[in-house]
């Protein structure tokens, strides 16, 4: 009987591979995840501290909450923005999200009062 039941069994040899075909997948998806998600986003920071770099007086920005203003002042880390008549707020440049196009913004401008 122990022989039948010893004839089932399979002996299992430690397998002695290279460790580099078995690091291989995890490797490839670390490359991966660089060119899909770390480096745009490297590239995307660098464009924005661009942006905020070039940032002067008379500007037309929005900011990352979606208010409108033209720069009236830029300090080291303040912009004061003029967002209607007589009213300024300062924000710290990194809530900057972009500049607005004068093109742009008019065709919105007139996109909005034909809604009306």
């Not at 670390?30 to 008379?58: A, D, N």
């Amino acid at each position: 009987m122990n022989f039948l039941f010893a004839q089932g069994q399979q002996t299992v040899s430690p397998q002695g591979g290279n460790p580099l075909v078995t690091l291989l997948p995890l490797l490839l998806m670390i490359v991966v995840f660089y060119f899909l998600l770390i480096l745009p986003q490297q590239r995307k920071q660098k464009q924005h501290q661009k942006l905020l770099e070039s940032i002067k007086k008379g500007d037309r920005v929005i900011t990352t909450s979606g208010i409108y203003g033209t720069v009236n002042n830029v300090k080291d880390r303040i912009v004061n923005l003029v967002i209607a008549d007589g009213v300024k707020v300062d924000f710290d440049k990194a809530y900057i999200q972009g500049k607005i196009n004068p093109t742009t913004e008019s065709d919105y401008k007139e996109g909005a009062s034909s809604n009306k």
